[in-house]
């Protein structure tokens, strides 16, 4: 499996931002049997689990820090994932990774990273103040 995410750039405070993430090369499984997340790693800092779907349910979990303000959401269609970010702050600064992982289903998104099997190279989100 591969995934490629997208949709990173230089935004100010307030703005906010669309990340996808296509995923191909799925195997004997549909987009919808993969658990699916979103994690970001800030400079000098852990990577940190954001927001993410568990597979067939997708019940759906987001970080506290950004409850309210970003939305995961799915085209199975199309195997993508989406996270569409709103009131951006200079914290949110960070790589962002998409992820699948063929654990679950759970009644919440997956937030342990050694869960996840397949990650994407990572989109550069930048928040100016």
């Known amino acids: 499996v591969q995934l490629q995410a997208s949709g990173g750039g230089l935004v100010q405070t307030g703005g906010s931002l669309r990340l996808s993430c296509e995923a191909s090369?799925?195997?004997?499984?549909?987009?919808?049997?993969?658990?699916v997340g979103w994690f970001r790693q800030a400079p000098g800092k852990e990577r940190e689990f954001v927001a993410g779907?568990?597979?067939?349910?997708?019940?759906?979990s987001y970080a506290d820090s950004v409850k309210g303000r970003f939305t995961i959401s799915t085209d199975a269609g199309k195997n993508t994932v989406t996270l569409q970010m709103s009131r951006l702050s200079p914290e949110d600064t960070a790589v962002y990774y998409c992820?699948?992982?063929?654990?679950?289903?759970?009644?919440?998104?997956?937030?342990?990273?050694?869960?996840?099997?397949?990650w994407g190279q990572g989109t550069l989100v930048t928040v100016s103040s």
């Open positions: 992820a699948a992982t063929a654990r679950g289903p759970y009644n919440g998104a997956i937030k342990r990273i050694l869960d996840y099997q397949h």
């Open positions: 090369g799925l195997t004997f499984r549909t987009f919808s049997d993969y658990g």
């Open positions: 779907m568990s597979r067939s349910t997708r019940a759906f």
